[in-house]
């Protein structure tokens, strides 16, 4: 999760903390303010599905094959083509709960109801009802969504008058629907979204979080001090951490640094933006090649 908040950092050098961060994915809805490394103030998560999870169910019961990203291009896919919008209705979850949580199983059930014909009349065997159910669960998904983030940006107006960005991160955030629907809404904030690469890649956005905690003197292990430490599956957002500090490795670091550029220079020298982040970067990042990542920026 934390490499998720923090990859966006990795192609955009003006994301400072604090920032209000949107983390949706295939496991993850979340809205956290990212006051500072390894300090976040979750304020709300979902407390059934995941937004991606339910983009997956709903391609499922559609009966829509998965492509790259799994089901939710192709749904958006559908409803972004739809002819009747105003054929299924669905109604917005939690508008009358007080907090920034998020849920989305009970969407999932409405459109099932929807299929089995227990609430309007639908045939998945027509392309326009598909697409109309399609765009009636992203509309109301997409209502949901800015709902939770309009009580997130009203709390950080009280507690972080200072925060003026909101990083979306996940692989969701390649839904241009709901990210276009932020910028649209918020327009006094700054909408920020990561390269498509950044939003997929697990490997890239854990090597950076990695890489953002060694700058800062944290967490840093060398290969042969891996066994000292123990491995926490369910290890929380805002854990209370405690790095140890391995000063043969801070040299390589410090050298990098003063040698370098930044990482954020690396999708600058991709010219083509549907390619994938060459390995030979995420093997560098991955295996602390400082020397080997130096030469491919130049």
Same mark, same amino acid.
């Given at each position: 999760?934390?490499?998720?908040?923090?990859?966006?950092? +990795?192609?955009?050098? %003006?994301?400072?903390?604090?920032?209000?961060? &949107?983390? @949706? *994915? !295939? /496991?993850?809805?979340?809205?956290?303010?990212?006051?500072?490394?390894?300090?976040?103030?979750?304020?709300?998560?979902?407390?059934?599905?995941?937004?991606?999870?339910?983009?997956?169910?709903?391609?499922?019961?559609?009966?829509?094959?998965?492509?790259?990203?799994?089901?939710?291009?192709?749904?958006?896919?559908?409803?972004?083509?739809?002819?009747?919008?105003?054929?299924?209705?669905?109604?917005?979850?939690?508008?009358?709960?007080?907090?920034?949580?998020?849920?989305?199983?009970?969407?999932?059930?409405?459109?099932?109801?929807?299929?089995?014909?227990?609430?309007?009349?639908?045939?998945?065997?027509?392309?326009?009802?598909?697409?109309?159910?399609?765009?009636?669960?992203?509309?109301?998904?997409?209502?949901?969504?800015?709902?939770?983030?309009?009580?997130?940006? +009203?709390?950080?107006? %009280?507690?972080?008058?200072?925060?003026?960005? &909101?990083? @979306? *991160? !996940? /692989?969701?955030?390649?839904?241009?629907?709901?990210?276009?629907?932020?910028?649209?809404?918020?327009?006094?904030?700054?909408?920020?979204?990561?390269?498509?690469?950044?939003?997929?890649?697990?490997?890239?956005?854990?090597?950076?979080?990695?890489?953002?905690?060694?700058?800062?003197?944290?967490?840093?292990?060398?290969?042969?001090?891996?066994?000292?430490?123990?491995?926490?599956?369910?290890?929380?957002?805002?854990?209370?951490?405690?790095?140890?500090?391995?000063?043969?490795?801070?040299?390589?670091?410090?050298?990098?640094?003063?040698?370098?550029?930044?990482?954020?220079?690396?999708?600058?020298?991709?010219?083509?933006?549907?390619?994938?982040?060459?390995?030979?970067?995420?093997?560098?990042?991955?295996?602390?090649?400082?020397?080997?990542?130096?030469?491919?920026?130049?």
């Amino acid at each position: 999760m934390e490499g998720h908040a923090l990859v966006p950092r +990795m192609e955009n050098p %003006d994301i400072e903390f604090p920032y209000l961060c &949107l983390l @949706i *994915s !295939g /496991g993850h809805s979340m809205l956290v303010v990212c006051e500072d490394l390894g300090k976040y103030n979750i304020l709300g998560t979902t407390v059934d599905d995941a937004v991606g999870e339910a983009y997956d169910k709903v391609a499922r019961l559609l009966g829509v094959p998965f492509g790259k990203g799994g089901g939710g291009p192709q749904v958006e896919k559908l409803a972004s083509i739809v002819t009747d919008k105003d054929k299924y209705k669905l109604n917005t979850p939690m508008t009358k709960i007080k907090n920034c949580n998020f849920s989305f199983a009970g969407i999932k059930t409405r459109i099932l109801q929807h299929i089995n014909g227990n609430i309007a009349n639908f045939d998945p065997n027509c392309h326009d009802d598909v697409c109309s159910l399609a765009y009636a669960f992203q509309d109301v998904v997409i209502k949901h969504i800015n709902n939770r983030v309009k009580r997130a940006v +009203m709390y950080c107006a %009280d507690h972080y008058p200072n925060i003026n960005k &909101l990083v @979306i *991160s !996940g /692989g969701v955030a390649c839904n241009n629907s709901i990210t276009s629907s932020l910028e649209q809404n918020f327009p006094y904030y700054q909408v920020i979204v990561p390269h498509k690469h950044l939003c997929r890649d697990n490997g890239v956005m854990i090597a950076w979080s990695a890489f953002e905690n060694m700058k800062r003197n944290r967490w840093v292990v060398p290969p042969n001090h891996v066994d000292r430490f123990s491995y926490d599956p369910s290890w929380t957002l805002n854990h209370e951490q405690n790095y140890t500090i391995f000063p043969e490795m801070l040299t390589h670091v410090t050298g990098y640094e003063n040698r370098c550029e930044s990482v954020h220079n690396v999708l600058e020298n991709i010219e083509d933006p549907g390619v994938d982040i060459p390995k030979a970067i995420k093997f560098a990042l991955l295996t602390n090649d400082y020397i080997s990542l130096e030469k491919l920026y130049k």
